[in-house]
């Protein structure tokens, strides 16, 4: 099976510095932003097609542009790329979020993944007229998601749920294919929901022996519900010829960023209630030492930045052999990115998928790809 590739789309806007913002924290950067127009993403997306990547996630939430929007006018300007568009399920109806879904299939030719968020901080949860707490939000994904695969599948709907209440909901045109469900979450209340409707399961980037814990969960959870669950992670890269200029990169990207400025972000992401912001938190303490927490996993980017916050650093064949170690232990879905999201995108996919190519992991999704001398570019690299 090959690996699946998917990068991101910097709707919160772009530097060659780390960009912060998420999880109830402000969007900036230590250098000069580059605005998050359809025109400059357009060029991400259209250069992670070229290269192999199958989608593009797209984040959500008040630090950055609507997802739903900003993609559906990218499906003019790529051809085969999918976008990962995610929502929040309390912030809009089941049978609209189902019809909605159902629309952009059939206009971007099935190009359509959804990455479920049940939204991790109260505070910003309310600015949206959301006032449930946490564990209730995750009961209500349960509902809605129940709604929307069972309009999915042809079926009209009664629910008189504890948070939802539909009557005779039906679709008078099915999504083909459905659209398959993205979902994460690392405390107690997620797990059994990802169990039951996630087609993938995500964690952010922690190191192996944490992941391989999440897997077993999850897969334990999902055959109790007669289910199986594929599995995908989500990390920022940083890879390069040598080690050494993977490293000096990383360490310029830290130098650019201001002290207080880390003070102030962990402070504010401290009072989170994700509990996968939580772990994140945990892997470097707030500190500049020590943020190489496993070879080649780097923790830097979580100083300035709310949500994933590790990033894999090395050689290209560094990289790779870490993208197969975590492929060992279940993982078939790698979604990266990289400052700026533009040029870090030809680095990996110039750099590492051909080393994946070459080890038998991963084939463009349009077939083999060669030059006129029929070599891979860079794989020699």
């Known amino acids: 099976m090959s690996l699946t590739f998917h990068w991101f789309l910097p709707t919160n806007g772009d530097s060659r510095d780390i960009v912060g913002g998420g999880h109830g924290v402000r969007t900036g950067?230590?250098?000069?932003?580059?605005?998050?127009?359809?025109?400059?993403?357009?060029?991400?997306?259209?250069?992670?097609?070229?290269?192999?990547?199958?989608?593009?996630?797209?984040?959500?939430?008040?630090?950055?542009?609507?997802?739903?929007?900003?993609?559906?006018?990218?499906?003019?300007?790529?051809?085969?790329?999918?976008?990962?568009?995610?929502?929040?399920?309390?912030?809009?109806?089941?049978?609209?979020?189902?019809?909605?879904?159902?629309?952009?299939?059939r206009q971007s030719n099935g190009r359509l993944l959804l990455n479920v968020v049940t939204g991790g901080e109260s505070h910003e949860q309310r600015a949206y007229g959301d006032f449930l707490d946490k564990d209730a939000r995750y009961a209500r994904a349960d509902e809605f998601l129940g709604i929307v695969r069972a309009l999915w599948r042809g079926e009209t709907v009664d629910h008189e749920g504890t948070h939802l209440r539909v009557e005779g909901a039906q679709l008078h045109r099915l999504p083909d294919p459905a659209p398959p469900i993205y979902f994460g979450g690392s405390s107690a209340a997620a797990g059994p929901v990802a169990a039951r409707h996630s087609d993938v399961y995500l964690t952010w980037g922690e190191p192996p022996t944490q992941v391989a814990q999440k897997i077993a969960w999850i897969r334990k959870l999902a055959a109790e519900e007669g289910r199986e669950v594929r599995f995908g992670i989500r990390l920022h890269v940083i890879t390069r010829d040598t080690a050494a200029q993977a490293w000096a990169e990383a360490e310029r990207l830290l130098s650019h960023v201001d002290p207080d400025t880390i003070t102030q972000v962990q402070a504010g992401l401290a009072r989170s209630e994700s509990e996968g912001q939580r772990r994140m938190l945990a892997l470097h303490g707030g500190s500049t030492s020590d943020l190489e927490?496993?070879?080649?996993?780097?923790?830097?980017?979580?100083?300035?930045?709310?949500?994933?916050?590790t990033a894999l650093v090395g050689s290209h064949t560094e990289v790779a052999d870490r993208i197969a170690e975590y492929h060992a232990l279940g993982i078939d879905e790698f979604v990266l990115s990289g400052y700026p999201h533009l040029e870090e995108a030809y680095w990996f996919g110039e750099g590492v998928l051909p080393l994946l190519a070459a080890r038998g992991l991963w084939q463009h999704p349009a077939g083999p790809r060669t030059t006129e001398s029929g070599t891979v570019p860079f794989a020699g690299r």
Request: hydrophobic share 45%; charged share 15%; aromatic share 10%.
């Open 293 to 309: 927490i496993y070879p080649n996993l780097w923790a830097g980017v979580g100083l300035v930045r709310g949500g994933a916050g």
């Open 29 to 105: 950067a230590a250098g000069g932003d580059r605005p998050p127009t359809t025109a400059y993403l357009g060029q991400i997306a259209r250069s992670a097609e070229q290269l192999g990547f199958v989608g593009a996630l797209t984040p959500t939430g008040a630090w950055c542009e609507d997802a739903w929007l900003s993609t559906a006018m990218l499906v003019e300007v790529t051809e085969r790329l999918k976008f990962l568009v995610a929502f929040r399920p309390g912030q809009i109806s089941p049978t609209t979020s189902a019809q909605m879904a159902a629309t952009y299939q």
